[in-house]
């Protein structure tokens, strides 16, 4: 559900009075914070009266005790380099050390007697004690991280002055020890909360297990009726094609209401969509509360919501009021919604699950996600930007990891907005929860196999969660556990729970499900995680849907000095690895990176590690394409990024900025793509789309290293959907140099516009490519053409008489020359044959607000030419 704005006024003080204009008002400024052993009154002297605030910080709320003591100088940055050990764990300083009170004062002066004013938090980790004006509004201790929190506050504001708020926050009941297992020791899989934060193989302990309260708080006002939960149920029935006239599709509508004053009250519910509105009479006794539930309403040629690369992603508004039969508007819910149906079948072909969206089978391409920062910085910008970079790089499914979150809104809006499917892990992981026999792990297998200690908990959780978010059309698949199924008592009450408040989407006990693939190599059903052969991903048959498969990973060198010291940036030779690197979780290249010639220094390190990264994920990628319906289904990358600095596994880093290997696999994925199999010197033609493609132009070249034409082919084509064409046999017996580069273009023939643009490096050598750093000198040129709004043209040219290899454009502050992130680019990491061009188009929409005004300069640099700036 996304709530929009109310009907009603009111003033809410934060330390400063400012108008609202809205009747729900976010409180997320003016926030003070103290550990709580360093105060003797409880929460009900505390809200009496404005307490001395010279020993306490300003808190970050939304936040954690963490961000708090960050904004305040107290810890370092935990995500530079061995930063983090000079944080207290949890474990050894106790929870009590994490046990902070948080306070802020807020005004509802004018508010009139016959309105009802609200609380609510949307998250806290992990129990809370709640008071307002000398009260305890929570009589049962708030607890779980899942868990939204609602209290009706009207009796106790003094609407004529300040109302004093204190939140007594209490970390996990088992944050668990980080002893370098997966989740620690495991035992913070005990409560409903993150599991990822004592610890794993991407991340170092958060050291307060992200303690605090880290979603919104809000303040609400309604009259006598509150209304809440809306639901938009869809169905869209039948087999769809994006584009075209459609049948009728079916939306009914729901919503709960409760009557907080003493008085009963009569009324009318009316749902309003589009052109109709649905309508109901109810009577209220006071306290009751009711579901009214509208028969469905009948959209004629409805506006279908499609994955990325498919087709668009259309949204409805719809909202509902619960009037008085006086006619005053008591209460007000805004929803956005998609026709979209989400269903599936098992392949005995590929021995997979295959996933459709409105009839049509989707061959998936996405990644894993943990979380968008470690410690909960999250913002609706930075959802919006990391989304539509995986609309980018022409992903269409995001898996959110179990051991993190249940997503917020907001980035399931995002994900509404840029087309993609989320498969949603619930808070159960088998390195916690009893997947295997370990020896990091303080109890047994079997002892683990019962977490979490609070069935009932997790249940109620769960159901206010999908509440939350069953509106969202991006929300597509609901799975029990990241590698393990809950245990079968707290299973089958999922179960119920899902088809109880939601019925509408996929449910998968564990993630390596016998439902999703029957797995022919063990029961894991996932992986590999590290380095292999770009030819492997072609002749190795993997898991048929393959829900993890990840590798390498470093950012680009100057996100380094952000990452450690510069002393520290030393590459890693054999064995002997800086300790700095392995804090950072550094995944080795084993020899790929000599493949191109001996390391000279950090900076050639790095940019034969963006090589190897481009074709290692342009390669996976690949290697599925290849034989897409035939053995696979699709995947699922570990993963899209790092929400910590780590050195492994990512398409880009913590401060957005894209390495090579994000271009690699975006070319990988575009629904119409020719590509290069290594192991058969076949060209392969592939549509993944759900629609014909007719009026192309494919035209394939090889050229040495000083563009001199070795072999070529061109042909008008058309495609199917869901389809593979072998074209041609590449044929090298004319090539003379030890490297060579094969060009791939598809075209459309009507407009010219450039479809698909893939370039190969090529060796004839398969394990020796460092005649790629002895390739002749080269010029090239860069303009900025023009600007338009917050987009530049960029022409980048080859003037000389060699191939310019691996160009790279970044932006860098004029004056400091610091690398600036994040940018949308058309193309990045390219090759460019002698006297071509290329028109780049570089989006700076997504920049911090902080860089947004800076003068900036536009460098292109790559292995055969000299380094050129630009200011844009």
């Keep these: ?74 810890v370092p940055d935990p995500f530079f380099g061995m930063n983090n050990e000079q944080i207290p764990d949890i474990s050894t300083a106790g929870r009590e050390y994490y046990t902070y009170w948080f306070f802020t004062k807020f005004s509802t002066l004018g508010i009139s007697e016959d309105k009802q004013v609200w609380l609510n938090f949307r998250g806290i980790n992990y129990a809370a004690s709640i008071y307002l004006n000398g009260n305890c509004i929570n009589t049962d201790k708030h607890e779980g991280m899942f868990l939204r929190a609602k209290y009706n506050i009207t009796r106790l504001l003094n609407k004529e002055g300040d109302n004093m708020l204190a939140v007594l926050v209490e970390p996990p009941y088992n944050p668990g020890v980080p002893n370098g297992g997966q989740g620690g020791d495991g035992t913070i899989g005990k409560d409903v909360t993150m599991q990822f934060t004592p610890g794993w193989d991407w991340i170092q302990p958060v050291r307060d297990r992200n303690t605090g309260i880290w979603d919104k708080v809000t303040v609400e006002v309604t009259g006598p009726v509150d209304l809440s939960n809306t639901y938009a149920k869809v169905r869209v029935p039948g087999v769809r094609l994006p584009g075209e006239l459609q049948d009728p599709a079916f939306v009914a509508f729901s919503v709960d209401l409760t009557n907080y004053s003493e008085k009963k009250c009569e009324g009318e519910v009316v749902a309003s969509f589009a052109t109709q509105t649905r309508k109901k009479k109810v009577v209220l006794e006071p306290g009751e509360s009711l579901t009214v539930s509208f028969d469905e309403i009948k959209m004629q040629n409805p506006r279908i919501w499609w994955p990325n690369g498919v087709g668009t992603q259309s949204l409805y508004a719809a909202f509902l009021t619960f009037q008085t039969k006086e006619g005053a508007v008591s209460d007000r819910e805004d929803l956005t919604f998609g026709f979209r149906e989400a269903g599936s079948y098992f392949d005995e072909k590929t021995g997979s699950r295959v996933f459709t969206v409105n009839g049509q089978k989707i061959f998936i391409k996405g990644a894993n996600w943990i979380a968008s920062d470690a410690m909960l910085r999250l913002s609706p910008e930075r959802y919006e930007t990391e989304v539509k970079m995986l609309a980018d790089m022409n992903m269409n499914m995001i898996r959110v990891w179990g051991g993190s979150i249940m997503e917020r809104p907001e980035f399931y ?25 370990d020896k990091s792990k303080a109890e047994s297998r079997e002892q683990r196999r019962a977490y979490p200690d609070n069935d009932d908990l997790f249940i109620k959780s769960l159901e206010d969660q999908v509440k939350m978010l069953r509106n969202h059309p991006s929300l597509y698949v609901w799975c029990g556990g990241n590698e393990i199924e809950p245990p079968a008592g707290l299973d089958s009450l999922i179960v119920k729970t899902l088809s109880k408040n939601d019925g509408t989407r996929l449910y998968f006990d564990r993630s390596t499900s016998s439902a999703i693939e029957k797995n022919t190599k063990d029961d894991i059903g996932d992986g590999p995680y590290f380095i292999k052969d770009p030819s492997w991903f072609f002749t190795q048959k993997l898991f048929p849907f393959n829900p993890e498969i990840g590798s390498v990973g470093l950012p680009n060198i100057e996100n380094m000095e952000r990452i450690m010291e510069k002393k520290d940036i030393v590459p890693p030779s054999g064995d002997n690895i800086n300790e700095v690197w392995k804090y950072h979780k550094y995944l080795g290249y084993g020899d790929m990176i000599e493949r191109f010639g001996a390391v000279k220094d950090a900076n050639d390190f790095f940019l034969k590690a963006q090589i190897v990264g481009y074709d290692q994920y342009r390669a996976i990628q690949e290697g599925y394409n290849s034989h897409m319906w035939e053995w696979y289904s699709g995947m699922l990358l570990w993963k899209s990024q790092n929400p910590w600095s780590a050195l492994k596994g990512q398409l880009y880093d913590c401060f957005l900025d894209q390495n090579a290997a994000y271009y690699g696999y975006r070319h990988a994925a575009a629904p ?64 003379t140099s030890a490297i060579s580069f094969l060009r791939i273009k598809t075209i ?38 023009k600007k338009s709004g917050t987009k530049y043209s960029v022409e980048v040219a080859n003037n000389g008489n060699a191939v310019a290899f691996f160009v790279r454009i970044k932006t860098l502050g004029l004056f400091d020359n610091r690398l600036v992130s994040p940018l949308l680019m058309d193309d990045n990491y390219f090759t460019l044959f002698p006297g071509e061009k290329r028109l780049i188009t570089i989006d700076v929409s997504s920049l911090p607000a902080e860089d947004v005004n800076v003068p900036l300069v536009m460098e292109v640099s790559g292995v055969n030419f000299r380094t050129i700036r630009t200011p844009f």
Aim: proline residues 4%; charged residues 20%.
């Design 1 to 74: 559900m996304i709530k929009m704005r109310k009907l009603l006024f009111f003033t809410v003080l934060l330390f400063l009075t400012f108008p609202l204009l809205s009747q729900t008002t976010e409180l997320n400024h003016g926030w003070k914070a103290i550990k709580a052993s360093e105060i003797k009154v409880d929460g009900s002297t505390l809200t009496k009266e404005l307490p001395d605030f010279s020993n306490w910080m300003d808190a970050v709320v939304p936040g954690t005790v963490l961000t708090t003591l960050m904004k305040n100088n107290k």
């Design 748 to 785: 459309y023939t009507s407009t010219g516009a450039l479809i698909d643009d893939n370039t190969y490096w090529l060796s004839s050598s398969p394990t020796d490519y460092s005649k790629l750093f002895e390739l002749p000198a080269t010029e090239v040129t860069s303009a900025v053409l």
């Design 413 to 437: 809006e995002a994900c509404d907005k840029f087309g993609i499917l989320v498969w949603q892990d619930l808070w159960i992981t088998g390195d916690c929860n009893g997947r295997w026999d």
């Design 672 to 735: 119409i793509h020719c590509q290069f199999n290594p192991s058969d010197s076949l060209i392969y033609f592939i549509n993944s789309s759900i629609k014909e493609k007719k009026s192309l132009r494919i035209e394939a070249s090889l050229v040495d290293p000083a563009g001199t034409l070795i072999w070529s082919a061109t042909e008008a084509a058309e495609i199917e959907p869901n389809t593979i064409i072998k074209k041609w046999k590449v044929d090298f017996s004319k090539a």
